[in-house]
């Protein structure tokens, strides 16, 4: 079975500080695992994903977001926030190709909120 | 705009009632899936089709089932309905059958309130 933890519902920072989402996961299988982003009154879109290969995954608006094994580890990352990054960021695992453990397991979700 | 789309945006209706949600997954997609997301349960994967098939299933009840038509588009139907039920139904479609490499579009959602 898989499953996240999202520290942190709400997160504010300012505009062009660093965001830092955090995010810990449990695994029996080697797993893979996802950022979305849901901006207010739409679905949710990819940001990144690991299938373990390069640790450090790099994916859309400036966002990267490294794989710690020893840290059971997701955290997400992006240098300099924009008012625009405001949105509900969920963090996702699954047991990758393992038949019977591919589903999406969500977190919580955590809302950031970037201040002028 | 992910290319997936959802009918009707909003839905009201009342304890004991039955509703058909749909979706159209963007073209060349097979599969499709389905998820519900409350402030109780937070986001869940309910039950996914692949090519008309059922593919995986989730913590999907039993007063709730499914199923992906030849053209692809799918249906979700939630029967004698319950105040918990009252929720945002995502769909999502991926080319292929695996839910972890391929890519999953999420459609806007259907807004559902039980009354």
Known sequence: AQSVTQLGSHVSVSEGALVLLRCN????????????????????????????AATLVKGINGFEAEFKKSETSFH??????????????????????????????????TRLTIIP | DSGVTQTPKHLITATGQ??????????GDLSVYWYQQSLDQGLQFLIQYYNGEERAK??????????????????????????????????????????????????????????
């Open chain 1, 25 to 52: 996961y449990s695994s029996s299988v080697p797993p893979y695992l996802f950022w979305y982003v849901q901006y207010p009154n739409q679905g949710l879109q990819l940001l990144l994903k690991y299938t373990s």
């Open chain 2, 58 to 115: 989730g913590n999907i009840l039993e007063r709730f089932s499914a199923q992906q038509f030849p053209d692809l588009h799918s249906e979700l139907n939630l029967s004698s309905l319950e105040l918990g039920d009252s929720a945002l139904y995502f769909c999502a479609s991926s080319v292929g059958l695996l839910a972890a490499t391929d890519t999953q579009y999420f459609g806007p959602g259907t807004r559902l309130t039980v009354l």
């Open chain 2, 18 to 27: 039955r509703v058909t949600l749909r979706c159209s997954p963007r073209s």
């Open chain 1, 76 to 109: 997400l990352t992006k240098p300099s926030a924009h008012m625009s990054d405001a949105a509900e960021y969920f963090c996702a695992v699954s047991g990758g190709t393992n038949f019977g453990n591919e589903k999406l397991t969500f977190g919580t979700g």
